[in-house]
């Protein structure tokens, strides 16, 4: 004959929990030590995500500052050493000859001050200027495309 579910025994009884704070063989204070929150009865303490969710800012009036785009800038004294007689000088270009380099892996802004002379008619393309920087460009004989 077969065992059957309900005529299987432990080897060892389940030992009983301890009940603590009600008296009895614990002592006076059942293990909770003397006064204060911890000591009371139906206590409750203050749950941890509400303190931080209570440190966020509210909605009105919070507002981040945006990411500054980052740029690469260049003198046309550099311009006036890299490039020949009658180039196009464009992001893409600058980056291509390593005068600049990829920001985040992407072509960056580009925006061309007026430090230094240049004497050479370059075509500018897709690059921010300075007041300066257009000025001689132009007094030269090149082109500022947008």
Request: glycine residues 10%.
């Amino acid at each position: 004959m077969n065992m059957q579910i309900h005529q299987i025994k432990p080897l060892r009884k389940k030992k009983k929990e301890k009940r603590v704070g009600r008296g009895g063989k614990r002592g006076t204070y059942s293990g909770r030590g003397i006064k204060g929150q911890k000591a009371r009865a139906g206590r409750k303490f203050q749950p941890i995500i509400r303190a931080i969710l209570k440190k966020y800012p509210k909605l009105r009036g919070y507002k981040f500052s945006p990411q500054k785009k980052e740029m690469a800038i260049l003198n046309l004294e550099v311009l006036e050493k890299e490039f020949k007689e009658g180039e196009r000088v464009t992001p893409k270009i600058l980056v291509e000859r390593k005068i600049i380099r990829k920001i985040k892996g992407r072509v960056p802004p580009v925006k061309i001050l007026g430090r230094g002379e240049i004497s050479k008619k370059l075509i500018i393309e897709k690059c921010l200027l300075s007041e300066s920087a257009r000025e001689k460009i132009e007094k030269v004989g090149g082109e500022v495309v947008k």
